[in-house]
């Protein structure tokens, strides 16, 4: 079982920061991949970030270079650094958990993950 709870977000100017956090409690289960997805009004979920079990982040191209995801085992928390922030980032973010290994595409697809955080809004005015 997994519970993950998130923090952070809000609303920002563009070009301003924001990081969101979600803490994980973890019960008896081994999580391979972990990630952030958002979806905005009347749009499918997208996965943003991902990173797995040996810390190999991935991002899709509209945020590389500027979101970073990372993860504090210690601390069974996930982050997502968001800087230089545009109105198009504008969405609810989600995090999840994935409790079986994937490759390429499909470690960002919705389906391949089995737990949800309960997102947070951000909103980037202009």
């Known amino acids: 079982q997994v519970q993950l709870v998130q923090s952070g977000g809000g609303s920002v100017q563009s070009g301003e920061s924001l990081r969101l956090s979600c803490a994980a409690s973890i019960y008896g289960s081994f999580i391979y991949n972990l990630a952030w997805f958002r979806q905005a009004p009347g749009k499918e979920r997208e996965g943003v970030a991902t990173i797995d079990t040996n810390l190999r982040a991935s991002y899709v191209d509209s945020v590389r270079g500027r979101f970073t995801i990372s993860r504090d085992g210690a601390k069974n928390t996930l982050y997502l650094q968001m800087n230089s922030l545009k109105p198009e980032d504008t969405a609810m973010y989600y995090c999840?958990?994935?409790?079986?290994?994937?490759?390429?595409?499909?470690?960002?697809?919705?389906?391949?993950?089995?737990?949800w955080g309960q997102g947070t809004q951000v909103t980037v005015s202009s």
């Open positions: 999840a958990a994935a409790v079986r290994s994937c490759s390429g595409s499909w470690c960002f697809s919705p389906g391949y993950y089995n737990y």
